[in-house]
């Protein structure tokens, strides 16, 4: 009777396996990437005007957005690998993560045509993952 107690508690931490941490990782990295986005916002600010000095803070968050949307990006497949639930947060998470490269692109030569409006898509996309991963539907 022991060994099947103990085989019961063994396979039903089994099924859980690492997708409570996967999910904390995905907010982690996800508030993250919105912290990182005020900072960028921040700095896009004090740039726009007359350029300054904000300008090597604002290249320094982009490689720290491109760090962290990576990290979202693997740790929404991980979970989503874990629980066999919906593909699209880790699609939308590596969209946001190549979005990030074509957005410092345009941001280095100085197409604000396409930065400023590229800015507003990363938003969403980061906001959008991070509204999901806290929301109950998630968690069950």
Known sequence: MTHSTASTIDHGSRTTGGA?????AVQVTAVLA??????????????????????A???TGAIVLHVVTGALALAAILYARAQRGPWWPPVVAVLVFVCSFVQAY??????????????LVLTVGIVW???WSFTRAVRR
């Open 20 to 24: 409570p941490g996967l999910l904390r």
């Open 34 to 55: 919105v912290l990182n986005l005020v900072l960028q916002y921040v700095t896009a600010g004090q740039i726009l005007p007359r350029g300054g000095p904000a300008i």
């Open 129 to 131: 993952l991070t509204a």
């Open 106 to 119: 345009f941001g280095d030569e100085g197409n604000l045509k396409v930065h400023v409006p590229g800015a």
């Open 57 to 59: 803070t604002h290249a």
